[in-house]
């Protein structure tokens, strides 16, 4: 069973940085798709950003755009989130997703993902 863990959460001030991390278990991933996810109080969990565990192809969200960045570890078995220029918006819980029947058409829609961590909390303050 694929297991998800998330961390590098904090508390940081506006325009700073953070970098998340989510480390997967317990499967092939030769076709894993894994996504970021975030939620803020109150609101609908959210995409922020997506990558393919092999061919690198990455998508963000237009909030986040050239402020986050995607990337991966493969000998680590690690996904990562740097996320720069922190705005108070960014705040919420972060969440790594997977899946190896998502697509790039269906990758925002929470329902496509099989695995979910536990989330990490972020807070920008202003």
């Known amino acids: 069973q694929v297991q998800l863990v998330e961390s590098g959460g904090g508390l940081v001030q506006a325009g700073g940085s953070l970098r998340l991390s989510c480390v997967v278990s317990?499967?092939?991933?030769?076709?894993?798709?894994m996504t970021w996810f975030r939620q803020a109080p109150g609101k609908e969990r959210e995409f922020v950003s997506r990558l393919t565990w092999t061919g690198g192809s990455t998508y963000y969200a237009d909030s986040v755009k050239g402020r986050f960045t995607i990337s991966r570890d493969n000998a680590k078995n690690t996904m990562y989130l740097q996320m720069n220029n922190l705005k108070p918006e960014d705040t919420g819980v972060y969440y790594c997703?997977?899946?190896?029947?998502?697509?790039?058409?269906?990758?925002?829609?929470?329902?496509?993902?099989?695995?979910w961590g536990q989330g990490t909390q972020v807070t920008v303050s202003s």
């Open positions: 997703a997977g899946s190896s029947s998502v697509t790039i058409a269906t990758m925002r829609d929470v329902s496509s993902y099989d695995d």
């Open positions: 317990g499967g092939t991933f030769s076709r894993y798709v």
